[in-house]
């Protein structure tokens, strides 16, 4: 199939983790943000271009529909 490039694997894409339990991830591409995760996630938007994907916590994704 020439001219069709494949999407990237999880673990090609840049991602950032939230916990309050981990404060380091040995993850290829990762980075952990456990501390002031509502300015760090706006830092993120200002810097990045393109979205922001969130998995797995509904938790988060209202607390920052309500603050960002």
């Given at each position: 199939?020439?001219?069709?490039?494949?999407?990237?694997?999880?673990?090609?894409?840049?991602?950032?983790?939230?916990?309050?339990?981990?404060?380091?991830?040995?993850?290829?591409?990762?980075?952990?943000?456990?501390?002031?995760?509502?300015?760090?996630?706006?830092?993120?938007?200002?810097?990045?271009?393109?979205?922001?994907?969130?998995?797995?916590?509904?938790?988060?994704?209202?607390?920052?529909?309500r603050?960002?």
């Amino acid at each position: 199939m020439t001219g069709h490039r494949r999407p990237p694997a999880m673990s090609d894409l840049r991602t950032f983790v939230i916990s309050t339990t981990l404060t380091s991830g040995n993850w290829n591409n990762t980075t952990v943000i456990h501390d002031d995760v509502v300015s760090q996630i706006a830092k993120l938007k200002a810097k990045l271009t393109g979205d922001l994907l969130v998995f797995g916590s509904n938790q988060l994704v209202r607390r920052l529909s309500r603050t960002t």
